[in-house]
């Protein structure tokens, strides 16, 4: 019940019987597929905004149509200033190896997933885990391709 988190979303069907149904006939591809395709490439058609996915007695989606203000993370600001900031904005959900890793992306916009896992001592897939969950939650994006793009930091 409440918002759905992409990332710690385990899928269930309502009606078991269905579900199976249409995924022996090769209709769907796995259960909740369609939860992370919603976050994957809702981006693409609004750039800025993020879906909500709400579980209740009737099931809601909010795709917004119109993106929401991009305020980029100035040159002048400390980290502290941004941690801050990022905190005020998410509160509970901004974890401390959430925080470690947008350390790491404010020190080097530049850097890899694997540099940050070496930085940190954890698996580079950890890393990028915690990347697309800060991507999904807007507070960072990828600016250029994955070879020689960059980190930026959002702040609204």
């Given at each position: 019940m409440?918002?759905?988190?992409?990332?710690?979303?385990?899928?269930f069907?309502?009606?078991p019987?269905?579900a199976?149904?249409?995924k022996?006939i090769?209709r769907?591809?796995?259960l909740?597929?369609?939860?992370?395709?919603?976050f994957?490439y809702?981006?693409?058609?609004?750039?800025?905004?993020?879906?909500?996915?709400?579980e209740?007695?009737?099931?809601?989606?909010?795709v917004p149509l119109r993106?929401?203000?991009?305020?980029?993370?100035?040159p002048?600001l400390s980290?502290?200033?941004v941690?801050?900031k990022?905190?005020?904005?998410f509160?509970?959900k901004?974890v401390?190896?959430s925080?470690?890793?947008?350390e790491?992306?404010?020190g080097?916009?530049?850097i890899?997933a694997?540099?940050?896992?070496?930085?940190l001592?954890?698996?580079?897939?950890?890393?990028?885990?915690?990347l697309?969950?800060l991507?999904?939650?807007g507070?960072?994006d990828?600016?250029?391709?994955?070879k020689?793009?960059s980190w930026?930091?959002?702040?609204?």
């Amino acid at each position: 019940m409440g918002l759905i988190d992409p990332l710690n979303f385990a899928p269930f069907p309502k009606n078991p019987t269905i579900a199976r149904f249409f995924k022996e006939i090769g209709r769907v591809d796995e259960l909740g597929s369609g939860v992370r395709n919603v976050f994957k490439y809702s981006p693409e058609y609004t750039p800025g905004g993020i879906p909500e996915l709400i579980e209740g007695d009737v099931f809601k989606t909010i795709v917004p149509l119109r993106a929401r203000p991009v305020i980029v993370v100035e040159p002048h600001l400390s980290w502290e200033e941004v941690r801050n900031k990022v905190r005020n904005k998410f509160g509970t959900k901004f974890v401390i190896s959430s925080e470690k890793t947008l350390e790491q992306v404010f020190g080097n916009n530049q850097i890899s997933a694997v540099g940050i896992a070496e930085v940190l001592g954890v698996s580079p897939r950890a890393i990028q885990k915690k990347l697309a969950y800060l991507k999904v939650m807007g507070i960072i994006d990828r600016v250029g391709s994955k070879k020689t793009g960059s980190w930026r930091i959002i702040l609204e």
